[in-house]
Nanobody, 129 residues
């Protein structure tokens, strides 16, 4: 059974850092694009970052550019989201997601959630002093 599990969330002060991990089981990530999404209380889920199968094509939403870095270690079947200079507005449940089939090749994977079929349960990130 294909599963994604997020970890690494927690409480951090403004300006701090966290690294989220997304680990896959039941399939290998080598051929899959992966996306990170987040959902804040009372808000719709939004795309944060995407990475194609070989990390050549990467995408970020504007508000996290320069602060967040997505990466992947296919040997560990894991995708990472390094989050620096965190701000209170980054507070949300963070999800990783995979498409129903591998992805978009060398093209930049989209940030739209309807393109993704498999989802983890999420990890809470709270930025507060």
């Amino acid at each position: 059974q294909l599963q994604l599990v997020e970890s690494g969330g927690g409480l951090v002060q403004p300006g701090g850092s966290l690294r989220l991990s997304c680990t896959a089981s039941g399939f290998t990530l080598d051929d899959y694009a992966i996306a990170w999404f987040r959902q804040a209380p009372g808000k719709e889920r939004e795309g944060v970052s995407t990475i194609n199968y070989n990390a050549v094509s990467i995408n970020y939403r504007d508000s996290v550019k320069g602060r967040f870095t997505i990466s992947r270690d296919n040997a560990k079947n894991t995708i990472y989201l390094q989050m620096n200079k965190l701000q209170p507005e980054d507070t949300a449940v963070y999800y990783c997601a995979a498409p129903g089939v591998g992805g978009w090749g060398l093209r930049v994977p989209p940030l739209s959630e309807e393109e993704y079929a498999y989802w983890g349960r999420g990890t809470q990130v709270t930025v507060s002093s």
